[in-house]
């Protein structure tokens, strides 16, 4: 027979049709109804808009929703998830394909496309899915990873979806072998089974038994779509919705403003004080675990879990939405449920849990449908802190010593200046033409480690003949620890100060080697008047190298390895400029630990933690030190005031096991440029 | 019962020691670019007070004798929860003595009205004179308990906590007393609450000069009457060190017990 002429007949075998149809209509409306009822919720959540720049929108879509980028960085979970997905797809395609055949009467089902795509493709997708399932099921129920949550709702979905891909091959097969289909062999997998099945069926059993798993397959699949979206099956539609109105800003710039004239709570305590967007995440979430699996203080054994919060939280707002609270107590009205308070109300959301978040991002780099978990612990922080004035001692004074003091480091013998003793820096009034502004941060100037960092890069700065300042005994606190534990009331005034002091003085670019500050005044003052050019110092060091200003004359033989701060890498996707300074300064490549870049481990300083003290077995840093030691480096680099003393502090900590030597990016190239330097 | 808090306004007292300079001319510290604070046990006195509001009630002001920029300790304290807040505005004498202080203390709370309960910083991070409570007394004519750390009330008045060397002193004192407050454990001033700080900037703060007051002003103003500072210096810490030599252990030892016995000596 002439393949132009293949196709097969719809329905063939198949009586009252019509009940199908009829079949469908309650299909879309349960299915409907499941939607509807999330989005309404969502609906009460406070506005936000996520609907701006549609092309970068599209854009981010296509990368992350159909080309999953992020979902197939976990290879194993990749793997069955990419086959899942694309037979999902795949099989969508050709029920459209059916149906525009059938039902529009517009008969495309035919000839080689039949053969190639509808029968051939079809048929190994098909089979592809299988697998996937069974990789899935394999790993659900032998692997097991800890990260996984474990339902059994988990496992029915798995369990459905494998029923309606065999019953679909039987269906193709018992229809091949009853039809002695001509084209049957274009269906691989589905002629296997009539090969297999004609000799042991009479055509009568082949016929029966077809309809009979015909209906099965349909109900089964039906079945599904309605149930679908009251299960996290759901994420096939919530999570292209939520990565298209994902945060378009950098990491470091997630964080909500809060308006003082109008808010009526400080930070977050109900489900009422969200955004709409908040909420949508909440049931955006597919149980991945990624989130946990890359969180550091989780990592070190600590109660924070962001998958945990986020599912936590899903589970109070659908309960919520029923009126019921902790479980039972069903007296509640669903508006009383949606103002009660969440915080410690779920495990997740214990105090203890908020206190231990770095605002590092790994949980928002890691998700593949783009959650925001960490503003929404900085959110309930914020109300801890500003509504309850309930926060760990040793962060009250970092918080108090920021108000009265301008810096969080209560009791450092330090001044403003006295790392440049000796230089010849000049300040801001000495020098009010000078081109760039070097702001040297409270670590920079009042720990003493790090002031040896700030002398290194005043005097790169100063051997590149870069005409530059500082602001001296004017300087204070940027107000990024305050805002990350949660005050911020406090960060607003301090924004607001600095702005106007530094636009007072007409600065325009600034250079600092702190990634906090640096985050800071790129992300968040612009908001209170402050824009100004900002560069972290491995930024403008490299381009003082590559334009010739800085000669480095030495390569130092130190096998070195590069720790990624949070705030320069993930929250603003620098990764490169202090990798070229580490190039520059030795004989070799930096060596990678198995954490970097967009997923390097915390140094456990970020977010206010450097001012808590962590129980020794669970220490952020304790961990980094061991990833860092695990490498064959003899020298760490880093660019962070915070990271340099974090990770101090843990190497000391597993002294007996190697030395290895912290160094900050400036220190490696000042050694390098300046021949009377020693290493 | 109606308390009234009286603070100070301080230069931070933990400015680093690198940075901390003296005035010789006006013989005081040099402001240079520390920052003002309440003074601590101020702020002690005030947690007690608070503390205490809560056990058995009452309404407390707060009241300083300072300069314009004292506000910035009042409303401080109306966050931590104070019920009202009044500056005397010292125009005179910026160091006045403890003397002077006392009296204008003692007018502004008369001025304030009935008062069953003053409260006083043991004594101030920067002068460290610990007299202002003892006079305040005297100026207003009632008794004066030191160092408590601790009040509660029972149905014959105060009871006032006091530690010492051997234990625990409690007295039994009928309002209206001056009380001393001294630091401890369960007096860690509060942090207010962000919202609390807010509304701080909201509320009514009232202002007095001096000549608002029923007191001699001009002599408030002179201050300085009962004493006067001649100089102001920063001590000079000078440290030696020296290596103890000898052959063996013992003599080692024995020249140390004898270097020790001669610098013993001459001290
Ligand atoms: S920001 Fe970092 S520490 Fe905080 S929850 Fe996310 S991964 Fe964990
Ligand atoms: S929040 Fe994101 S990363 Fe975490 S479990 Fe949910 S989907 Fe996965």
Redesign the pocket.
């Known amino acids: 027979m002439n393949d132009s002429q293949a196709t097969r007949e719809v329905f063939w075998n198949i009586t009252q049709v019509w009940a199908m149809y009829a079949l469908l209509v309650p299909t879309l409306v349960i299915a409907g109804f499941g939607f509807y009822r999330r989005v309404r919720v969502w609906k009460r959540g406070l506005p936000l808009d996520r609907t701006d720049r549609p092309i970068e929108r599209i854009r981010k879509l296509i990368t992350h929703a159909l080309a999953q980028r992020r979902t197939t960085r976990d290879t194993s979970a990749g793997i069955f998830h990419t086959l899942i997905y694309t037979g999902f797809i795949i099989l969508t395609l050709a029920t459209t394909v059916v149906f525009i055949h059938q039902d529009f009467g517009l008969p495309i089902m035919r000839g080689k496309f039949y053969l190639y795509f509808q029968s051939f493709l079809v048929d190994v997708f098909g089979a592809l899915t299988i697998v996937g399932i069974l990789m899935a099921a394999f790993r659900r129920s032998i692997q097991r990873p800890k990260k996984l949550v474990y339902t059994d709702e988990a496992a029915m979905i798995l369990a459905v979806i494998f029923l309606i891909a065999v019953t679909g091959f039987l269906v193709e097969g018992w229809r091949i072998a009853a039809t002695s289909d001509p084209w049957g062999h274009w269906s691989p997998f589905g002629y296997l089974i009539a090969r297999a099945s004609g000799p042991l069926m009479s055509d009568e059993t082949l016929k029966q038994s077809h309809a009979a798993v015909w209906w099965t397959h349909a109900v089964l699949v039906f079945g599904f779509i309605a149930w679908a979206p009251y299960t996290k099956m759901a994420h096939v539609a919530f999570s292209p919705f939520n990565i298209y109105t994902a945060s378009l800003a950098p990491v470091g710039a997630s964080l909500r403003h809060i308006d003082f004239d109008k808010a009526e709570t400080l930070g977050v305590n109900s489900l009422a004080a969200f955004t709409w967007k908040d909420l949508a995440d909440f049931d955006a979430c597919t149980e991945c675990g990624r ?2 699996n ?5 990592t070190v054994g600590k109660s ?3 998958r945990d ?1 986020i599912l936590d939280l899903q589970l109070f707002m659908r309960n919520s939405e029923r009126g019921i609270q902790n479980g039972n107590s069903a007296l509640r009205t669903p508006h009383s449920a949606f103002n009660s308070p969440i915080i410690g109300t779920v495990e997740a959301t214990s105090p203890d849990a908020l206190w ?9 780099e ?1 998700c593949p449908v783009f959650i925001e ?2 503003p929404k ?1 900085v959110d309930m922080r914020r109300f801890l802190v500003m509504e309850e004035a309930d926060f760990p001692d040793t962060m009250q004074e970092a918080v108090t010593s920021i108000e009265s003091r301008g810096h969080p480091f209560r009791g450092t013998s330090l001044g403003r200046m006295d790392w440049a003793e000796g230089l010849n820096v000049q300040t801001i009034d000495q020098a009010d033409d000078a081109e760039v502004l070097l702001w040297v941060g409270c670590g920079g100037a009042l720990v003493e480690r790090n002031t040896r960092v700030t002398r290194a890069t005043a005097q790169l700065l100063e051997k590149a003949g870069v005409s530059f300042a500082v602001l001296g005994r004017e300087e204070k606190c940027t107000g990024d620890p305050a805002r990350r534990i949660g005050n911020e009331f406090l960060f607003q005034n301090l924004a607001k100060e600095n702005s106007d002091k530094l636009n007072r003085h007409g600065v325009k670019k600034i250079i600092t080697a702190c990634p906090h500050c640096f985050n800071t005044f790129r992300n968040e003052y612009p908001q209170f008047g402050g824009n100004f050019e900002v560069y972290h110092h491995s930024q403008y060091l490299a381009r003082l190298v590559d334009e010739g200003k800085l000669k480095p004359e030495k390569k130092s033989e130190k096998k070195v390895t590069f720790h990624d701060p ?1 705030y320069l890498g993930r929250h603003n996707d620098e990764y490169d400029a202090p990798r070229q300074l580490v190039k520059i300064a030795s004989r070799s490549n930096p060596i990678e630990m198995k954490q970097s870049r967009e997923q390097s481990f ?1 140094c456990g300083g ?2 206010g933690m450097s001012f808590i003290e962590e129980p020794p077995d669970k220490r952020v840093n304790g961990e980094r030190a061991r990833q860092i030691l695990e490498t064959d480096a003899e020298r760490v680099a880093v660019g962070c005031p915070f990271c340099m003393t974090m990770l101090e502090d843990g190497i000391n900590a597993r002294k007996g096991e190697r030395d290895v030597r912290v160094m900050d990016v400036a220190e490696l190239l000042w050694e390098s440029v300046s021949a009377d330097v020693r290493g | 019962m109606n308390i009234v808090v009286c603070i100070k306004q301080i230069l931070d007292p933990e400015v680093p020691a690198r940075d901390f300079r003296i005035d010789s001319e006006r013989r005081e510290a040099a402001r240079g670019s520390a920052n003002l604070v309440t003074n601590i046990f101020c702020e002690n006195a005030l947690e007690t007070a608070l503390q205490f509001r809560e056990r058995a009630g009452g309404r407390i002001t707060v009241l300083s004798f300072g300069s314009e920029s004292a506000e910035d300790s009042l409303r401080k304290a109306l966050a931590m929860k104070a019920d009202a807040a009044a500056l005397v505005i010292n125009d005179g004498h910026p160091h006045p003595d403890p003397f002077a202080v006392a009296r204008a203390l003692a007018a502004a709370i008369r001025k304030i009205g009935d008062f069953d309960l003053i409260l006083v910083g043991r004594e101030s991070g920067d002068w460290g004179a610990g007299q202002t409570g003892a006079l305040l007394a005297e100026e207003l004519g009632v008794p004066c308990v030191n160092f408590v750390d601790h009040i509660d009330s029972d149905s014959d008045g105060l009871r006032l906590k006091r530690q010492t060397d051997a234990g625990w002193e409690i007295f039994a004192a009928k309002p209206p007393v001056v009380v001393t407050i001294t630091n401890d454990e369960h007096n860690v001033p509060r942090v207010p609450k962000t919202r609390d700080v807010m509304m701080s900037y909201r509320q009514t703060l009232t202002k007095w000069t001096l000549d608002d007051l029923d007191t001699d002003a001009a002599s408030i103003r002179a201050a300085n009457s009962y004493y006067e500072i001649v100089d102001l210096l920063i001590p000079v810490k000078e440290t030696q060190c020296e290596f103890i030599e000898g052959d063996s252990l013992e003599s080692r030892v024995e020249n140390l017990a004898r270097r020790i016995q001669e610098v013993t000596d001459a001290l």
């Open positions: 989130c946990t890359f969180c550091p203080a989780n924070l879990s962001p919060i231990a978040c770095t605002t590092c991002g790994a949980c928002m890691a978990q960490m612990i949070c915390c970020g977010g």
